[in-house]
């Protein structure tokens, strides 16, 4: 059974730090990334990397956040530096076959995080 599991997820202040985590058990997977969606917006795609380490931001995000994978792990993280209220949402790890992760097949259930101002 394929399951992707995030963690790392919590309330923090504006400019704060956070780290999540998702860990895929039951296959590997050769791109894996985040998405996001807030209250009463549509689900947003966040970063991706793949087996090589190629790597993509959403334009909100780049500079302040960094994707990385540990392909031994079967892991992926997601380094939020300098956060906003505007990143406050439910995170989700997602992983496919190929980047860009446009309509993934696999997900995680979900994790919260919630920037204050």
């Known amino acids: 059974q394929v399951q992707l599991v995030e963690s790392g997820g919590g309330l923090v202040q504006a400019g704060d730090s956070l780290r999540l985590s998702c860990a895929a058990s039951g296959r590997t997977f050769y791109a894996m990334g985040w998405f996001r969606q807030a209250p009463g917006k549509e689900r947003e795609s966040v970063a991706g990397i793949n087996g090589i380490g190629s790597t993509y931001y959403a334009d909100s995000v780049k500079g302040r956040f960094t994707i990385s994978r540990d392909i031994v792990k079967n892991t992926v993280a997601l380094q939020m530096n300098s956060l906003k209220t505007e990143d406050t949402a439910i995170y989700y790890c997602?992983?496919?076959?190929?980047?860009?992760?446009?309509?993934?097949?696999?997900w995680g259930q979900g994790t919260q995080v919630t920037v204050s101002s």
């Open positions: 997602a992983a496919d076959q190929r980047l860009p992760l446009t309509n993934p097949n696999y």
